[in-house]
């Protein structure tokens, strides 16, 4: 049973335009949202975060938008630049031991 | 300077041998975590330590046993490998205290193959 949806595999944009990358999640024992950006042949790299008690939260051309009400994450990033090709993985802290729960990731592609 | 280096990158064995995976970080955390990619792509948490303690163990078949000589360093060694042990594992560590603001700082994974 996935608890963290990340329901489309890839997404491609135009440089400059807007990414949308969508999570969505399932038990509200979640209290802490987190993107990671993982390229190819590395590891995941910790992107942007947002905790529970806020909507939003941005930093830079990076924003994440929270509705705890739809369990919905999204990650907004504006403007796109061809650097900012790779896996997309929306992550969910929760429970006592604060253990990460991982979506399956979004590939994003950033065309020139 | 890599702060979470995990050797080897590509791991290549038979079916039934035995194989370990070295994990470092010289960032001074004390938290250190081994997570599986498997072939649906979702990373899950195997174990983590703290400062050389044990204090998550995922439901992980008795094959696996990580060991942790100091706080810099957690290895994980895998017994009489099967073909479903197939995956890339990754190495990661975190600050004192693991709180929910806590990131994680991730070495660049190991592609383990069993044939």
């Known amino acids: 049973d996935q608890q963290v949806k990340q329901n489309s595999p890839s997404l491609s944009v135009q440089e400059g335009r807007i990414s949308i990358l969508n999570c969505d999640y399932t038990?509200?024992?979640?209290?802490?949202f987190l993107w990671y950006k993982k390229y190819p042949a590395e590891g995941p790299t910790f992107l942007i975060s947002?905790?529970?008690?806020?909507d939003k939260n941005e930093d830079g051309r990076f924003t994440v938008f929270l509705n705890k009400s739809a369990k919905h994450l999204s990650l907004h990033i504006v403007p796109s630049q061809p650097g900012d090709s790779a896996v997309y993985f929306c992550?969910?802290?929760?429970?006592?031991?604060?253990?990460?729960?991982f979506g399956k990731g979004t590939l994003l592609t950033v065309n020139p | 300077d890599t702060a979470v280096s995990q050797t080897p990158k590509y791991l290549v064995t038979q079916m039934g041998n035995d194989k370990s995976i070295k994990c470092e970080q010289n960032l001074g955390h004390d938290t250190m975590y081994w997570y599986k990619q498997d072939s649906k792509k979702f990373l899950k948490i195997m174990f983590s330590y703290n400062n050389k303690e044990l204090i998550i163990n995922e439901t992980v078949p008795n094959r696996f046993s990580p060991k942790s000589p100091d706080k810099a360093h957690l290895n994980l060694h895998i017994n009489s490998l099967e073909l479903g042990d197939s995956a890339v594992y990754f190495c990661?560590?975190?600050?004192?205290?693991?709180?929910?603001?806590?990131?994680?700082?991730f070495g660049s994974g190991t592609q383990l193959s069993v044939l």
């Open positions: 947002i905790s529970s008690i806020k």
């Open positions: 990661a560590s975190s600050r004192p205290g693991g709180g929910v603001r806590e990131k994680l700082f």
């Open positions: 992550v969910l802290k929760g429970g006592s031991n604060y253990k990460l729960t």
């Open positions: 038990n509200s024992m979640f209290d802490y």
